[in-house]
């Protein structure tokens, strides 16, 4: 991975290696300073790997590089670092993101092989919040990070890899797992039909 850079060995500052990465703001507010620099990153991978786009060595010490990879290791603890660094990405000129107007069809319906009638508009709430699970999270994140960031993939790809995540899931449950899952939903509308009378 590729970094630009006025100088063959960047120093670190405060800005660039933070004391306190206590909380995901913080993280954010470091991603920021690195990107301001002209540092190219990825969350999962080491800074040793970071170059100078021009001369070709390395952008860090070997000192400095696993000082960073600390810090990295530190935002870890706190929150998901791809997730951060993506949404830092889509941020237009450093702002924050700001939700965008758009523009919605009207609600398309699709019919189940089953006979069902299933909003479009649910479908993909349900997928993105299946994706959105801490099961797949990680990876998914990871996938739109490296379309978006490291120009990998074509969309078509990204959305063709997407149902594998969910699927992984679902092909590895056992009946066990959908019986505990049943017993667990029982009990729930037991205790809230107990509470109604």
Same mark, same amino acid.
């Given at each position: 991975?590729?970094? #630009?850079? !006025?100088?063959?060995?960047?120093?670190?500052?405060?800005?660039? @290696?933070?004391?306190?990465?206590?909380?995901?703001?913080? #993280?954010?507010?470091?991603?920021?300073?690195?990107?301001?620099?002209?540092?190219?990153?990825?969350?999962?991978? *080491?800074?040793?790997?970071?170059?100078?786009?021009?001369?070709?060595?390395?952008?860090? *010490? +070997?000192?400095?590089?696993?000082?960073? /990879?600390?810090?990295?290791?530190? +935002?870890?603890? $706190?929150?998901? &670092?791809?997730? $951060?660094?993506? %949404?830092?990405?889509?941020?237009?000129?450093?702002? &924050? +993101?700001?939700?965008? &107007?758009?523009?919605?069809?009207? &609600?398309?319906?699709?019919?189940?092989?089953?006979?069902?009638?299933?909003?479009?508009?649910?479908?993909?709430?349900?997928?993105?919040?299946?994706?959105?699970?801490? @099961?797949?999270? !990680?990876? =998914?994140?990871?996938?739109?990070?490296?379309?978006?960031?490291?120009?990998?993939?074509? %969309?078509? =790809?990204?959305? *063709?890899?997407?149902?594998?995540?969910?699927?992984?899931?679902?092909?590895?449950?056992?009946?066990?797992?959908?019986?505990?899952?049943?017993?667990?939903?029982?009990?729930?509308?037991? /205790?809230?039909?107990?509470?109604? %009378?």
């Amino acid at each position: 991975m590729l970094a #630009v850079a !006025d100088t063959d060995t960047m120093k670190l500052d405060e800005k660039i @290696a933070p004391i306190d990465l206590s909380t995901e703001t913080a #993280v954010a507010e470091w991603f920021r300073a690195l990107r301001a620099r002209g540092i190219n990153f990825h969350p999962e991978e *080491s800074f040793a790997v970071l170059v100078n786009g021009e001369s070709g060595q390395p952008l860090f *010490s +070997a000192e400095d590089a696993e000082r960073l /990879d600390a810090l990295m290791g530190l +935002a870890y603890e $706190v929150c998901d &670092p791809c997730g $951060v660094a993506l %949404r830092l990405i889509q941020e237009p000129d450093g702002e &924050p +993101a700001r939700t965008r &107007p758009t523009d919605k069809p009207p &609600p398309e319906v699709r019919e189940s092989e089953y006979g069902g009638k299933i909003d479009v508009t649910l479908i993909r709430a349900f997928l993105r919040s299946a994706l959105g699970d801490d @099961a797949v999270v !990680d990876k =998914v994140n990871s996938l739109i990070f490296d379309h978006v960031a490291g120009g990998m993939y074509h %969309r078509t =790809v990204v959305a *063709s890899s997407l149902p594998g995540f969910i699927n992984e899931i679902l092909e590895t449950a056992t009946g066990a797992d959908w019986q505990a899952v049943a017993d667990d939903l029982i009990a729930e509308g037991h /205790d809230l039909h107990n509470e109604g %009378r």
